[in-house]
């Protein structure tokens, strides 16, 4: 079975606009879920989707415009089974904009990579939203 999800999207926004998309959290309860994220190693936090489903997380790494990485514990709706993943961002300057390439892994069920695979397709629609209308 796959473990991880790669997506890549190209933005033609600078690696700063769309950093800012990433760890604002006015910004990022947008297009993911209310959140308290601070871009600081170590700070834990949380995502809640506009449908009460939360994730609790911990910052990993971040390397401003460039890496953002975090754990991503949630309970499975289906068995109430926690799961731990992660979810790191890289962002690379190409062709005027940026690239944005999201790897989350970790999984270790079918339903759970799908579940959030189709999850991640909806937010990124909402993401490129944002990058396009600014708001």
Partial sequence: MQKEIRKTW?????????WECLTQPELLEQWLGATDLQPIPGHK?????????????????VVPFTRLSYSWQKRSA???????????????PSGGGTELLLVHSGFTTAKDLTGHDNGWDACLKKFAELLRTGH
């Fill in 10 to 18: 190209f933005f033609n926004h600078p690696p700063q606009r769309v």
């Fill in 45 to 61: 936090f949380r995502f809640i989707s506009p449908n009460g489903n939360h994730a609790s997380c911990e910052v990993l790494e």
């Fill in 78 to 92: 289906n068995d109430d089974r926690l799961y731990d993943s992660r979810v790191v961002w890289t962002l690379t």
